[in-house]
């Protein structure tokens, strides 16, 4: 029989420059269809089209899962790859399996990186005669301290059964040459759930491997030095120690861009002469120091008796996780959180309810306080125990000078004069400003400002200052076991405050403290020349302290009577306006002037006097009006204790500036040895210098009106 032959069989069908003769007659269309179609008889110019050869459906393959009838694990059975599946009663072995109508086949040893498993015949122990035995192999062949065998014999068993955790600790074992840290890998690597052991793995292989096993296998991996230099890998170990931590890779096909998503989740155990000095990375391992030891019997010596124990033990740890496939993990509370928790919880469950869980949970207290004994020797943790310091001595605002002086002396640091902003340490080699700066913000999350201050000739200069949230600062200190205390000033009352001794004399003679002279403009100059009158007491100017004049309050009975610093207040106790000022600064932010006068109501001031000291205080600069909110000034305070100020009125422009004989005078002394004019110009130089003025011209209404307008707008 002739096989007939179609266009749709041809090389060339409805191909407009493949040669095709009737390429029109497939478009012509006559009552609704076309002349020709795919069924059509071939014509003369026909050219069979190539066939392709049938293509083998691919094999769908498994290491793991669950089917209806239950979980299944693919082993090596009488040499050929099958199925160990735990019925509701028993253990059954097939080749393959049915899963949603469609036939899946366990992996071959191609496919797989570690040793294929088999079947243990045997009945499966109890977990406790199970962790023994795991625990025996590491005394045989690993001399270390015993409890952090217990803790690779948790690690083991671990392994088995992650899919429960949500965080899984990492182990990394360090030490010099022939420490025993490879031979510790090579255990685990019998004996951890379904390894791949290896020497400086790709990052790509490590995400690769994980995608391509059906359950959560181990990373084993040995010689890591020199992982800082591998950032993916790096990212990689700090993401995958928590479920669900995933990398996207785009995959572009020829007609398609396709992005996957590769795990990173499972448990790593890893070996190394040194520990990395990479902080995120070193926080998710639990640190196992390893020097040479005399084990019961070295790795070298292992016989064939050995190994076959080591495939009984593994293949009856496989038997275990189906069998304990529907266990669940107990939850309980551990007095410990963060980081430590999530890296100690799922070894304290997986051992809860057994011999060792005791001695595992006193070590976890140990561990803590070295961890955090670890943490505080770090950079970062002497930068906050210095910041703590500075801040619990009131500072809330602290000069980058002082955090930078203070880290110097805690590091025992070296500066070179060529390079100040440099100090050789010890520990952390070079330290710079610039990474101590990152820290201040990034750790702490401090925020930069400027602090006007005086130096050593009595200039003022800005000063670069880090003002840090109490809140934040407390939760970050804490972390590295320091305490920071917010202590706001509170207003002393009468009973046990002394005051100062040059004022108790002052007090027996009975005598009221004389006000100071005020600053003499000089007539010429924009200098300001300080004259002192004689108090006429007899006492040397020497006998009463600095500090006693500067903050030290001595109040009349007249409320109207003002103190060596313009004080008007008796509160009936020794509080200086440096404390009220200092407890200000803590507590207040910024708000309306009811808001203010409420605030020194709420600590003992009368309405009237929390109005004269905010007017007092605005007009020596130490407060500011911005719209809509009065706020504290910065370093202010300073000359609002030390300086007096000068009693000084608006007067029409007219007369000449007295002092630079050039623009018209608009402001005029009020004193009774000073009545010079002066502009605008030469006013707001004075200001600038740390002059303080009160307005008097038209009551307090008019002096306000005159800072808001006449005086802001000129400055």
């Known amino acids: 029989m002739v096989e007939t032959r179609t266009c749709g069989q041809c090389s060339r069908f409805k191909l407009l420059n493949g040669g095709c003769p009737h390429y029109d007659s497939f478009f012509e269309y006559v009552g609704g269809r076309p002349l020709m179609d795919v069924r059509c008889a071939a014509c003369s110019d026909f050219h069979p089209a190539r066939k392709t050869a049938d293509k083998k459906a691919r094999k769908q393959l498994k290491d793991s899962g669950v089917t209806v009838d239950g979980p299944f694990e693919a082993i090596c059975h009488n040499g050929k790859p099958a199925f160990l599946v735990k019925n509701s009663e028993t253990f059954s072995i097939v080749e393959s399996l049915e899963i949603n109508g469609e036939t899946i086949y366990p992996k071959d040893v191609k496919h797989i990186p570690y040793e294929p498993y088999g079947y243990y015949e ?33 690690g083991v068993l671990l392994s088995h059964h992650q899919e429960k955790l949500q965080t899984v600790p990492y182990l990394f074992l360090y030490g010099d040459n022939e420490s025993g840290k490879s031979t510790v890998l090579q255990l685990m690597k019998y004996l951890c759930y379904r390894p791949m052991y290896g020497v400086t793995i790709p990052s790509a292989d490590l995400y690769g491997y994980l995608e391509d096993s059906d359950s959560i296998g181990t990373i084993l991996e040995d010689e890591i030095q020199g992982i800082h230099k591998d950032t993916d890998k790096i990212k990689i170990y700090k993401a995958g120690y928590k479920q669900g931590a995933v990398v996207p890779r785009t995959i572009i096909t020829q007609h398609d861009r396709i992005i996957k998503y590769y795990r990173t989740f499972c448990f790593k155990a890893c070996a190394s002469e040194q520990i990395p000095q990479v902080k995120g990375f070193n926080e998710r391992f639990l640190f196992i120091s390893m020097v040479e030891g005399s084990p019961e019997k070295e790795w070298a010596d292992i016989t064939r008796e050995d190994l076959d124990r080591l495939h009984d033990l593994r293949d009856m740890l496989l038997k275990w996780r189906l069998q304990s496939r529907a266990w669940q993990l107990p939850e309980f509370q551990l007095p410990m959180k963060g980081r430590v928790k999530e890296l100690w919880k799922p070894l304290l469950q997986i051992t809860h309810g057994l011999t060792v869980y005791d001695g595992l949970f006193r070590f976890v207290e140990d561990q803590k306080n070295e961890r955090l004994s670890a943490r505080q020797n770090t950079l970062e943790g002497h930068v906050v125990k210095v910041v703590s310091s500075l801040y619990n001595q009131g500072n809330e605002t602290i000069p980058f000078s002082d955090v930078w002086r203070e880290l110097v002396s805690d590091l025992d640091g070296k500066l070179d004069d060529k390079k100040p902003h440099v100090m050789d340490t010890s520990e952390f080699f070079q330290v710079t400003k610039n990474k101590v700066g990152y820290r201040l913000r990034e750790v702490l999350s401090g925020k930069t400002t400027v602090l006007k201050e005086r130096d050593s000739e009595g200039d003022r200069v800005s000063v670069k200052a880090y003002v840090f949230d109490s809140a934040k600062l407390r939760k970050v200190a804490k972390k590295y076991g320091y305490e920071v205390s917010t202590k706001l000033p509170s207003l002393p009352s009468s009973e046990g405050v002394q005051a100062p001794k040059t004022m108790e004399k002052v007090g027996e003679n009975n005598v ?13 100059s924009n200098t300001v020349d300080s004259q002192k009158q004689s108090s006429g007491l007899g006492v040397e100017s020497s006998s009463i302290s600095e500090n006693s004049v500067e903050k030290s309050v001595t109040r009349n009975k007249d409320p109207n009577s003002v103190d060596s610093r313009g004080s008007e207040f008796d509160l009936n106790s020794s509080v200086t306006e440096d404390n009220v000022l200092g407890w200000l600064r803590l507590d207040w932010k910024g708000g309306t002037e009811a808001a203010f006068e409420e605030l020194l109501k709420s600590q003992g001031y009368s309405e009237e006097q929390a109005v004269r000291l905010r007017q007092r205080w605005l007009d020596q600069g130490v407060l500011r009006q911005d719209p809509g909110s009065l706020v504290l000034t910065d370093g202010e305070d300073e000359k609002a204790a030390g300086t007096i100020a000068t009693k000084v009125r608006h007067i029409p422009p007219g007369e000449p500036c007295e002092l630079c004989h050039g623009s018209a005078a608009e402001w005029q002394i009020m004193e009774d040895n000073d009545n010079t004019r002066m502009c605008n110009g030469c006013f707001n130089r004075l200001r600038a210098n740390g002059q303080q003025f009160t307005f008097l011209e038209g009551g307090e209404a008019e002096s306000e009106k005159l800072r808001r307008t006449g005086y802001e707008r000129r400055s």
């Open 122 to 154: 045997g009945a499966v122990p109890n977990q406790e005669d199970l962790f023994w035995k795991v625990n025996q192999e590491f005394q045989t062949f690993i001399d270390v301290e015993p409890v952090w065998k217990d803790v690779l014999s948790t």
């Open 512 to 524: 009221e403290n004389t006000t100071h002279a005020h600053l003499k403009l000089g007539r010429l």
